[in-house]
């Protein structure tokens, strides 16, 4: 497999960061799809993909995001052309007869909730970390963030779906310059990494 040239290095890592604002430039349902359609290749375990993402594009369900959050993430939410909840499902089992073939997967999971819940989180996470990948590899940025009543987030989306639960917020648009800090410090390797 060919390593990917400094450019796209830098769009996806060195050079990308988070936004705290967009420029007025749309972002349409084709590019919605079109980052679902690029992180859905990527690996989770046993092909889970727990995640569950509502895209709220319009001012009625940025608005009603925006009240479950912090009065700092708020405006973030209001202004961005779309902000998205990353949920993630603990009934994600039941669709492994379709997402993993290969084996009696669900097995492993009926009747242990514990189970299903770590595997949840931990595989929404990555796919959480993958629909950011994916939005900047399509030239797009984001702005995950914290910073939200997750309860009320729940109440307000996934009331119809009570095994589906929030991970994150994140923004999406073409980020505006003026509204992020100077880059922080990242380590190098020796830092915070031991080959034994």
Same mark, same amino acid.
């Given at each position: 497999m060919p390593v990917l040239d400094d450019a796209a290095l830098d769009q996806i890592f060195r050079k990308a960061r988070t936004?705290? &604002?967009?420029?007025?430039?749309?972002?349409? @349902?084709?590019? *919605?799809?079109?980052?679902?359609?690029?992180?859905?290749?990527?690996?989770?375990?046993?092909?889970?993909?727990? +995640?569950? $993402?509502?895209?709220?594009? @319009? /001012?009625?369900?940025?608005?009603? *995001? +925006?009240?479950?959050?912090?009065a700092q993430n708020a405006p973030k939410i209001l202004n961005a052309p779309v902000s998205v909840i990353i949920g993630m499902d603990r009934e994600f089992h039941e669709h492994l007869p379709m997402l993993f073939p290969h084996a009696d997967a669900k097995a492993w999971f009926d009747g242990n909730v514990e189970l299903r819940a770590a595997s949840a989180f931990r595989n929404s996470t990555l796919q959480g970390a993958?629909?950011?990948? =994916?939005?900047?590899? *399509?030239?797009?940025?984001? &702005?995950?963030?914290? &910073?939200?009543? =997750?309860?009320?987030? /729940? =109440? +307000?989306?996934? +009331?119809? @779906?009570?095994?589906?639960? @929030?991970?994150?917020?994140?923004? $999406?648009?073409?980020g505006d310059p003026a509204t992020i800090f100077d880059r922080s410090p990242r380590p190098d390797f020796e830092t915070f990494n031991s080959i034994v």
């Amino acid at each position: 497999m060919p390593v990917l040239d400094d450019a796209a290095l830098d769009q996806i890592f060195r050079k990308a960061r988070t936004y705290n &604002g967009y420029t007025d430039a749309p972002v349409g @349902t084709d590019e *919605l799809r079109a980052i679902w359609d690029l992180m859905k290749w990527a690996p989770t375990s046993a092909n889970q993909m727990p +995640a569950r $993402l509502v895209w709220c594009t @319009t /001012d009625e369900s940025k608005a009603k *995001l +925006a009240d479950c959050v912090s009065a700092q993430n708020a405006p973030k939410i209001l202004n961005a052309p779309v902000s998205v909840i990353i949920g993630m499902d603990r009934e994600f089992h039941e669709h492994l007869p379709m997402l993993f073939p290969h084996a009696d997967a669900k097995a492993w999971f009926d009747g242990n909730v514990e189970l299903r819940a770590a595997s949840a989180f931990r595989n929404s996470t990555l796919q959480g970390a993958y629909f950011i990948i =994916a939005a900047r590899a *399509l030239g797009l940025d984001t &702005g995950p963030m914290s &910073g939200f009543d =997750a309860g009320k987030v /729940d =109440a +307000a989306f996934f +009331a119809e @779906t009570p095994a589906v639960s @929030t991970n994150f917020i994140s923004t $999406l648009g073409h980020g505006d310059p003026a509204t992020i800090f100077d880059r922080s410090p990242r380590p190098d390797f020796e830092t915070f990494n031991s080959i034994v």
